[in-house]
């Protein structure tokens, strides 16, 4: 996470830096605390070895995998960067009142979200 009083005293701080990407569709909200929260619950949940799996491989390199990464790009664009911040993405949309597509929420599970 950032704190830096930098940010505070420019005129483009860093509340208004994650305004532009979450409109930009960037990020998915711009609740830093419960996007962390939801990789540590996650990743606890999962494991370390699967957690670096899931950073190593991202989503792979298939036709399925396409398909995924264009299921998490209705999430965000960071959401498509592999399945750690996919989950990360989707609990943070969903925790400040976003709603997906169910195939959004199927591949949530898959990845053990």
Known sequence: MIFDVQYNKSGDGLS?????????KYFSSKDIFIHEYAHNVHMKSIGI????????????????????VSIAGKVST??????????????????????YDDDVYELYKKYKG
Do not use: R
């Open 16 to 24: 208004n830096q994650l305004d532009d990407l979450v409109e930009d």
């Open 49 to 68: 070895e699967q957690s670096n799996a899931y950073i190593e491989n991202g989503f792979g390199s298939s036709a399925i995998s396409d398909k995924e």
């Open 78 to 99: 960071y959401a498509t960067k592999d399945p750690l911040e996919f989950v990360a993405e989707v609990f943070s949309g969903h925790a400040n009142g976003e709603s």
